[in-house]
């Protein structure tokens, strides 16, 4: 896979996929989307790959929002087209029939922390900052932040966030549950790569499982989502891995699964 603004590694079923724009922060251009969305077609239908570790090159940025220069010439018909043209790609990030971890290197700020809001889940260094600042440019979130942002950290918290444009630190983004794990920015890609290693072990069949029923159920009320957790509960138990897993612990042996 040959990109122009991405660098992609894969290695033992671990995808590493950096934003690869430092000159401009690792900004989200049209382009940039565009070949987003290819790369993360392309991902979707690796076998090969189980686990996907988004981060951004240099030191600074994991992707520090929209480019600027592009809303600059905006109008609302284009605005339009560019919001649901990143809205598209960050749905398909989340639905992925893989595990997203966002490894946040640095500043995440508005397309940014809606990037890694679309990922299953995001590790930061201690070096991240994070925020959705957009109104300080009399514009509002367009890539899903007023929608995920709330889901991700409550109601009230997430409209200070947004209402006043406020950047936080990785130890803050932890403190309200954006951020999963914080770690040096040495450590940050080995780390999450050990939690990646982790997921493959298990049955990959389980867990995507489980990451539908986490998904399709967080809209809904807990009765329905109870319903579809059975049912994909009982579906599971046609699976092969569930087979082995189970037969693997009463003979007090590892699991081999597929």
Excluded: W
Excluded at 58 to 63: C, H, L, N, R, S
Aim: glycine share 6%; net charge negative; charged share 25%.
């Amino acid at each position: 896979m040959d990109y122009k603004n991405f660098l992609v590694e894969i290695d033992d079923q671990i995808a590493i996929a950096t934003f690869n724009r430092p000159k401009a922060m690792n900004a989200l251009s049209k382009e940039v989307f565009h070949e987003f969305r290819d790369l993360l077609i392309c991902l979707e239908t690796n076998e090969s790959v189980r686990v996907i570790i988004l981060t951004g090159s240099g030191d600074k940025a994991f992707v520090a929002g929209a480019d600027i220069r592009e809303l600059q010439e905006m109008d609302s018909a284009a605005a339009l087209a560019y919001s649901a043209l990143g809205q598209d790609c960050f749905s398909l990030l989340e639905n992925m029939e893989k595990i997203v971890i966002a490894a946040v290197n640095g500043f995440a700020l508005g397309g940014g922390s809606e990037l890694a809001l679309s990922c299953d889940f995001i590790f930061a260094s201690e070096k991240a900052k994070f925020g959705l600042p957009e109104v300080t440019l009399g514009v509002m979130p367009g890539f899903a932040g007023t929608q995920r942002l709330p889901k991700a950290v409550g109601l009230r918290l997430a409209r200070e966030l947004i209402y006043t444009g406020e950047m936080i630190d990785a130890k803050r983004a932890m403190e309200i549950g954006l951020v999963n794990r914080v770690f040096t920015p040495e450590a940050l890609i080995s780390e999450t790569k050990k939690v990646a290693k982790k997921i493959i072990a298990n049955s990959y069949s389980a867990i995507l499982a489980a990451k539908k029923a986490v998904n399709n159920g967080h809209e809904i009320d807990l009765d329905r989502g109870c319903k579809l957790e059975r049912n994909i509960f009982a579906l599971v138990f046609d699976t092969k891995d569930a087979k082995e897993g189970i037969t693997a612990f009463l003979e007090k042996r590892a699991p081999k699964f597929e």
